[in-house]
């Protein structure tokens, strides 16, 4: 009996496939890896030193170019966060319905709140087909937004030439109902609102693909009684009312006799139970022809109502919904 030989044969199938990817230069390696998508990378960076230490050494890069080609419309303002690694695991990880109704109570109902900065959250607005960054700001008081009355909220202020909307208002814009309404604004005016939370890099959708209810062209203040959920036309700008969306924390003492949790929506703030906590988002676009007449953002606004003028405690009740939507 003869005694097997305990040296290994060579791979040479592993040798070839090897020494073509020795031979490939950083730059050009760097390139290739940029096409692929965030799941192949992941596996990439596992398949050998070469490569995992070329994608993390040049992230920014390589993960940007994956961020955009996955998500075409908000690519670009995720670029823009930085972490790009991170911000693409949380916006894939994303969960699409932000809790409206919460136990865990900050801000009025706590003495030590979070805290939390402005750098802590990352807004993604979007409208249509397009999308960016909102900062918190300065914003017209939406009530009154053709006063000049302003708040604090949150803003989104595309370039100039960063949009376009081929929608245009026919002679009987007036006698459109909701379901005509929402048809012809369908794929132009929607609005969707993510955040990150670039600390626990954790993302909810707050809401999503929100349309306007009816369209009018409001020519007197006696129509302002209205003004939550039209477009108002003047002076060439197209302001365009949403739906405002609404959010509740419930101290554990608060006085709730509701059958289901949606009728807080019938109520104005004022008519609360006690210990109910509410925030309300309310969004403004400002729509402006150019001068070849092209429809384009000019600004998309967020009324915070209930925190407009306490920007620490409106982020602590941000991170309250992703945490606790997370935690579902």
Request: aromatic share 8%; net charge negative.
């Amino acid at each position: 009996m003869h005694r097997a030989d305990a040296t290994r044969a060579p791979d040479h199938h592993a040798d070839a496939t090897r020494a073509p990817l020795d031979a490939v230069p950083d730059d050009v390696l760097a390139q290739l890896l940029g096409l692929l998508d965030g799941a192949a990378l992941l596996r990439a960076e596992m398949t050998g030193r070469r490569l995992r230490d070329t994608i993390r050494g040049r992230e920014g890069h390589i993960w940007s170019g994956a961020l955009r080609a996955r998500w075409q419309r908000e690519g670009v303002a995720l670029c823009s966060l930085g972490a790009p690694r991170k911000v693409y695991h949380a916006f894939c990880t994303r969960l699409e319905d932000g809790n409206r109704h919460l136990s865990t109570l900050r801000g009025p109902f706590e003495e030590e709140p979070l805290g939390t900065s402005e750098d802590r959250l990352a807004f993604i607005f979007c409208v249509g087909r397009f999308a960016g960054v909102a900062r918190w700001t300065e914003v017209p008081d939406r009530a009154f937004a053709r006063n000049n009355f302003f708040t604090r909220g949150l803003r989104w202020q595309p370039q100039p030439n960063e949009t376009c909307f081929d929608l245009t208002y026919p002679d009987d814009v007036h006698e459109w109902d909701e379901d005509t309404t929402s048809e012809n604004t369908r794929g132009h005016l929607e609005q969707t609102l993510h955040v990150i939370d670039m600390q626990s890099f954790q993302c909810v959708t707050l809401f999503s693909d929100v349309l306007p209810l009816h369209l009018e062209i409001i020519d007197n203040m006696d129509n302002l009684a209205h003004i939550h959920t039209h477009i108002e036309i003047l002076d060439g700008d197209t302001f365009v009312y949403s739906p405002a969306q609404k959010f509740y924390r419930y101290s554990p003492e608060a006085d709730l006799d509701l059958e289901t949790d949606d009728e807080l929506d019938d109520l104005d703030f004022h008519s609360l139970p006690s210990g109910v906590d509410p925030c309300e988002i309310d969004p403004l676009l400002t729509l402006r022809a150019d001068a070849e007449n092209v429809l384009r953002l000019h600004a998309a606004d967020m009324d915070v109502v209930n925190y407009g003028q306490n920007t620490t405690q409106f982020h602590d009740f941000v991170v309250d919904i992703i945490q606790q939507t997370h935690a579902r």
